[in-house]
């Protein structure tokens, strides 16, 4: 049986009710134990698992190590290679380029079924940004905060109104910091695998990099403020953010990290018929937030926030972004050797930014195209105009919008 075999039986058995009897099968037809321990408890295993025996051999064997950006891969006493989990940040690049089909990522669904299903204190899907369209058109935010109720969710919440938060505080503090033409900023909460970069390979850029949280990690834990003891499921096109959670200052926002392909393979077993369903909808972010999921969406969020906040401010914001990783690679090589050009740096380690994350249902293309479009229907452009930044806030203590300015538990983290 293979890996993917046993995770559709498991996965279907799950979401019908018949896991008991699933797994005493199982037990009588042969099964891998492995495998079976990393689908039920994924917590005790890396976020790339080996399946099978590496089917190379040799110099292809080294080629293979070489292919992750971070070292991440090793030879282990049995001559396979393996992951350090120390070192991987979730790119994907070894599972897409492992030519046994012998690398599989990590998958939080059965257990986080599990969760839902035992929970006594509310249960919510935090959507990311690059949500929009990838279950079709006729699948409005609306229809899809409807389906994650049917399967046990207390709610949806989308984390473009927490990328608003995180585009405030770094406009803020681009506002603060940035007071010459040779200041600049990194930005901070965007992508997982852009920090990877900087604190394992670029080190030396830290000091300018804010200490914000991603705008995932700042709506968990806010969530867990307003709500104690609630579940937080982060949902999005990405494997970098399975690592994220996992981060030691990080892993007491969010219990769960689902791909749309995950939840997708739910949605198919519930028979759930996503366009069909009525609407339920509330509608919070401003363009500014929505936006992140494309490339260059975060420097477009800050660059308008930072002149909302200040526009006759002497310093002007100058943003370049890159996306993938040798391109992220060059932009910060570039910045070592002062050819940066600009004071406002972004970085996504998948092409095309989040919309073209490993786990995406639809191309980067379209998927950028419907990001854009949904921004441009936003009722607010920036985050300072945006109510519902400013009431929620409110909610989580903090007076005014410069106060986000201050040391806070929510939204900074420790690097």
Known sequence: MTFEELYNRLLKSSVDGSMTEELNLLRKDGYDPHQLSCLLDPGKHPLVVRTAQCGCSGEQKRACQNICPFDALILSGEGNIDVDPSNCVGCSACIDNCKAKALVGNRDVLAALKAIRAATTPVYAMIAPAFINQYSEAVTPGKLRAAFKRIGFSGMVEVALFADILTLKEALEFDRNIQTE???????????????????????????????????????????????????????????????????????????????????????????????????????????????????????????????????????????????????????QDILEGKGGANFYEGMGCVGGCVGGPRSLVSREDGRASVIRYGADA?????????????????????????????????ERNF
Not at 218 to 247: D, M, N, S, W, Y
Not at 299 to 308: D, F, K, L, Q, W
Not at 384 to 389: A, L, R, S, T
Not at 399 to 408: A, G, P, V
């Open 182 to 332: 040779q200041d600049y900023q990194l930005t901070s909460c965007c992508c997982p695998m852009w920090i990877g970069m900087i604190r394992k390979v670029f080190s030396q850029l830290m000091p300018y990099v804010p200490a914000s949280v991603s705008p995932m990690a700042a709506c968990g834990r806010a969530i867990k403020q307003l709500h104690p003891g609630a579940i937080t499921v982060f949902i999005g096109p990405c494997l970098a953010k399975k690592a994220e959670a996992r981060e030691p200052d990080l892993c007491d926002s969010t219990d769960f990290v689902l791909t749309f392909q995950e939840i997708q393979d739910v949605f198919d077993y519930a028979g759930i018929d996503l366009p069909n369903l009525l609407e339920d909808d509330r509608d919070h972010s401003s363009r500014a937030g929505r936006i992140y999921a494309g490339s260059g969406g975060v420097s477009e969020a800050v660059r308008s926030t930072v002149e909302r906040i200040n526009p006759d401010r002497k310093v002007r914001i100058r943003t370049r972004h890159a996306d993938g990783v040798p391109a992220c690679k060059q932009m910060l």
């Open 379 to 411: 009722p607010y452009n920036t985050p300072i105009d945006n109510p519902y930044v400013v009431a929620l806030l409110h909610q989580l203590g903090l007076d005014t919008i410069e106060s986000l300015l201050e040391k806070s538990e929510i939204f």
